[in-house]
């Protein structure tokens, strides 16, 4: 797991409107390491699905450049790479609308294997009920019947099944639980990770709840109005958030364990409503929102800046962390700094 399968760099895709251009993704950079699970966290509005829009090549991006196993990936998408397409691969939300209402499951499934030409004619029956093995539903009891016949988790079953049938490196899972009944989302979830597991697969999860990435992700990155605000390895990311965003949402996640709620920081309360994207507040975009802003708040945009390993963030209150660290170890001082401290290996 120490090769990197995505590349996000200085993405922007904006869109033109009546009311002004909306900036829906600005500026962002990431990667993806193989098998890892990345999950992108935001409130409506952030931008999130409109990145994993662009990693499929649904939108080209406006500037910046999206790079799959060293590929660019819009330059692929419009040469039509079928090889691309394979190996990239998206679960919607909604299954109910993502299914055909008119066709079974074998049919649905095998639009897939025909269109990217998986197996052969004679070898797609096989190959669909190994399918539909794999996300654990019975295929002689599931194949012939209709996406309306079916419950809201075994639709979003059948839509991993399709979405795995052309061997896939990289899955986007949009919000994959949101629509379903909360006694469903935990039988979806550890399918996910099992499959994960069994086929060394990739995972893009773009998501609103923050909580359920503390089991699912290995590293967690938040959006707010098309830029990132921070990036961290779970563990780190709930032990020790630093975006005042990030503090807010997290504030916000109810608790059931007393390990919950010591590290659950308090007093950030959620003020407002995310802005319109179409007037975005100047300086730092949360500004607006933010109860640690400074007097520059409002007219300097701040820069990533690293301050743990693997821990970026975007705030002027840690823009002197880097300068601050290296001015101590040019004295010798091994001063215990929050995000150097060793942290116990639970
Ligand atoms: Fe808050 Fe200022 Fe940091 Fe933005 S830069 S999150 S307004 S403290």
Do not use: W
């Amino acid at each position: 797991m120490t090769d990197t399968i995505l590349v996000v760099d200085k993405l922007k895709k904006y869109f033109p409107t009546k009311r002004g251009t909306v900036k829906a993704v600005d500026n962002i950079s990431f990667s993806v390491t193989t098998g890892e699970t990345i999950g992108l966290v935001g409130e409506s509005g952030s931008g999130k699905t409109t990145t994993a829009q662009c990693v499929i090549g649904i939108y080209p991006p406006t500037d910046g450049e999206i790079l799959f196993k060293g590929q660019t990936i819009s330059e692929a998408f419009s040469k039509r790479s079928k090889a691309l397409k394979r190996d990239i691969r998206i679960v919607f939300q909604d299954p109910g609308s993502s299914l055909n209402p008119k066709r079974s499951i074998k049919q649905i499934l095998s639009v897939p294997l025909k269109v990217h030409r998986v197996a052969t004619k004679k070898d797609h029956l096989t190959k669909i009920k190994s399918l539909l093995a794999m996300v654990e539903l019975p295929p002689d009891e599931y194949m012939y019947k209709y996406p309306q016949a079916i419950g809201g988790g075994e639709k979003q079953m059948v839509a991993i099944a399709r979405a795995l049938a052309t061997d896939p490196s990289l899955v986007l899972l949009d919000e994959p639980t949101s629509a379903l009944d909360v006694s469903v989302q935990g039988k979806i979830i550890n399918l996910l990770m099992k499959l994960q597991q069994d086929l060394n697969l990739t995972y893009l999860f773009i998501t609103h709840d923050l909580s359920l990435m503390r089991n699912v992700a290995s590293r967690v990155a938040i959006m707010y109005l098309g830029k990132l605000c921070e990036i961290a390895p779970t563990v780190e990311f709930f032990q020790n958030p630093t975006h005042p965003y990030t503090k807010m949402l997290l504030s916000a996640i109810p608790v059931v364990s007393q390990e919950e709620k010591a590290l659950k920081p308090t007093k950030i309360a959620s003020r407002g409503e995310i802005p319109s994207p179409v007037n975005v507040p100047s300086g730092c975009s949360f500004h607006s929102r933010c109860s640690e802003k400074m007097d520059m708040c409002a007219q300097d945009d701040p820069v990533m800046v690293e301050i743990g390993e693997g821990h970026v963030t975007r705030c002027h209150l840690y823009q002197d962390t880097k300068v601050a660290a290296s001015i101590e170890q040019e004295e010798g001082v091994h001063a215990q700094d929050p995000v150097d401290q060793p942290r116990g290996d639970g």
